[in-house]
């Protein structure tokens, strides 16, 4: 078995075909092929599987996924060894969409500024799954938007506090209570299950047992806002990522009598984990815009 097995092996994983995977890692597809037969072999089973057309890991497979990702780990870490106080090579964060909009711009542009040989991969998703591409090692460094933290295994900082608003058009009522009541239409304009501000207004309806709200779940932020703007419902969203809108009078905050947990926004790396100059300073120059 050979590394470039492995990294074809979590180029398919990452990228769900060995198409994709031969075009992204420059192979022909024959070559793709005989990296996961030759693992395979040497494994004594199948590592992939196909149901309806859409590729899956076996149990065998994911099993294998977790050393993987430690395998590789260690690999970039003894290729950066010769260029130690370099500050080069690549570094993999993952993001909320919210953050990535409203807070990292300046600072990744900055960070380029600074070091421009090194390679940023940004991948944006829910909290949660921002937490676990960090554990896993498939991220060098993960942002949040959670209530106060209590992690094991993790170093974080606090970033900065992060106000929750519900939002309308200008048109419609600013009074929550008005949304309140069981015969609304208006429908909660969300993202995808797993945000860490949807899952709080869910959980919060439920403990104050408030009725549940039409759900209508979109792609993106700005999916988000336009919805609300047409008149179609309200959201609940941090107020850095409608601040531009409110202002220019777009959207309106509504007002209510909730109290919702509070919210901030938190930069993760991996604890007992080496790191290299490219993320030691990604995160000093992060905690430096605090």
Not at 47 to 54: A, G, H, I, N, P
Not at 188 to 206: D, H, K, P, Q, V
Request: hydrophobic residues 35%; aromatic residues 10%; proline residues 3%.
């Amino acid at each position: 078995m050979e590394m470039r097995q492995f990294i074809t092996f979590r180029t398919i994983v990452d990228t769900g075909s060995y198409t994709k995977a031969a075009i992204k890692l420059g192979y022909t597809q024959s070559t793709i092929t005989s990296h996961i037969q030759a693992l395979e072999e040497g494994l004594g089973g199948e590592l992939f599987t196909y149901v309806k057309r859409e590729l899956n890991l076996t149990s065998l497979g994911k099993e294998l996924l977790p050393l993987v990702d430690e395998l590789l780990h260690s690999y970039n870490r003894i290729s950066q060894m010769k260029s130690h106080d370099k500050v080069s090579g690549e570094i993999r964060i993952a993001a909320p969409e919210s953050l990535t909009i409203s807070r990292l711009g300046p600072i990744l542009k900055e960070y380029l500024t600074r070091y421009p040989d090194v390679k940023i991969i940004l991948s944006n998703g829910t909290c949660g799954q921002n937490q676990k591409d960090l554990m896993s090692g498939h991220v060098d460094v993960a942002f949040m938007v959670w209530t106060r933290l209590e992690l094991d295994h993790c170093v974080y900082h606090q970033f900065h506090k992060e106000e929750i608003v519900l939002i309308t058009a200008p048109n419609k009522s600013q009074y929550f209570d008005d949304y309140k009541n069981n015969g609304t239409t208006d429908y909660f304009i969300t993202n995808e299950e797993g945000c860490s501000y949807r899952s709080m207004f869910e959980r919060y309806l439920a403990n104050h047992k408030l009725p549940k709200f039409q759900i209508m779940e979109l792609w993106s932020l700005e999916a988000i806002k336009q919805a609300v703007m047409s008149g179609l419902g309200f959201a609940a969203l941090p107020y850095i990522t409608v601040k531009h809108e409110v202002e220019k009078g777009l959207l309106k905050i509504m007002e209510h009598n909730e109290e919702f947990e509070p919210f901030y926004s938190y930069v993760l790396v991996k604890s007992k984990k080496w790191q290299s100059p490219a993320v030691k300073k990604f995160i000093e120059l992060t905690l430096e815009s605090i």
